[in-house]
């Protein structure tokens, strides 16, 4: 069977994390190598996998057949056209490009040449949420909050981009209806973009979600909570956490008609999870879990969501 010829272009932060991840995919992955316009971080991120470095995004563009895109937001639409237009297989760190204009124009290219585009929102792979995505049918109303403590990387974004974005996916894969109004406020504290933010979105279908975003809080915190017909779910994402409240007959004067479940899932390994999915819809010819118009459907929304914000601060 043959290996895919993938590379991976950024190596930062999350750029390192996904290299490491292809790495230990050898019995799928040919790793040709690794690119990086920082070329003392790329040089240690090579010598800790052993891989060899790319002079060039030219040079990756000719030689592999599947990239993993973790540069800078700004560079995403630059970068993937470049791959996309040669052929290549994309999967990019969300959120997907700058713009949802950009995003259109890449799905389209994708979509022409029969290419794989798939969106890091890796969220979609946590243990967690899978376990009990075949109970979610019809929520009525989603709250979540998702809280970190500061950190200067990232900081190219605000917070929609950098943190609420993940949610706003989530939210999208699970309300099977077009969002139909957003109410949003956020406030730039440290930085100069919202490092705050909190979203009211309205669905066709009558539902509801309330999303809060925090890159300046104390504590880490990544909770979801999905109310629908007779069931109550709450998912800690962060430890694996899962309750359910189910309403299994009709009320009366003494009993409670409740069942309740609550276990925990081993946080599992998402982001392995999610580049091993991309490799095997490369080699299959398959549909990726998130597509590239799964992505520009949570960037869209997230534009929504800071226009109204920036619109209160104004």
């Known amino acids: 069977m043959s290996l895919v010829k993938a590379a991976v272009v950024g190596v930062g932060h999350l750029g390192r994390y996904h290299s490491q991840k292809l790495a230990a995919l050898k019995d799928k992955v040919e790793f040709l190598g690794l690119f990086d316009l920082d070329r003392k971080r790329l040089q240690e991120v090579a010598a800790e996998l052993k891989v060899p470095v790319f002079s060039s995004l030219e040079e990756v563009v000719q030689k592999a057949e599947a990239v993993i895109v973790a540069s800078s937001t700004p560079s995403h639409y630059e970068v993937c056209k470049a791959l996309l237009t040669a052929g290549r297989h994309v999967l990019v760190e969300k959120p997907v490009?700058?713009?949802?204009?950009?995003?259109?124009?890449l799905c389209r290219l994708a979509e022409e040449k029969k290419l794989v585009f798939q969106v890091g929102h890796v969220e979609r792979f946590n243990p967690a949420l899978r376990s009990v995505r075949k109970k979610l049918k019809d929520p009525l109303f989603i709250e979540c909050h998702r809280l970190a403590p500061f950190k200067v990387r990232s900081t190219e974004v605000d917070v929609v981009l950098d943190l609420m974005i993940h949610d706003l996916d989530v939210i999208l894969s699970l309300i099977q209806s077009p969002p139909k109004s957003v109410s949003a406020v956020g406030t730039p504290v440290l930085t100069k973009k919202i490092d705050i933010a909190n979203a009211r979105i309205e669905f066709e279908n009558g539902?509801?979600?309330n999303v809060t975003a925090s890159r300046v809080s104390q504590n880490t915190q990544r909770k979801f909570r999905v109310f629908q017909q007779n069931q109550y779910l709450s998912i800690d994402f962060q430890s694996g956490e899962v309750n359910l409240l189910t309403k299994t007959g009709e009320w009366n004067e003494q009993e409670l008609p409740i069942e309740a479940e609550a276990f925990?899932?081993?946080?599992g390994d998402a982001l392995m999870d999610e580049v091993g999915s991309f490799i095997d819809a490369v080699k299959e010819g398959g549909a990726p879990l998130v597509s590239g118009r799964d992505g520009m459907k949570a960037l869209k929304l997230a534009e929504e969501i800071l226009e109204d914000a920036e619109r209160r601060l104004s």
């Open 207 to 209: 539902a509801v979600a």
């Open 97 to 105: 490009t700058q713009t949802s204009r950009e995003a259109e124009e």
């Open 264 to 267: 925990s899932l081993e946080k």
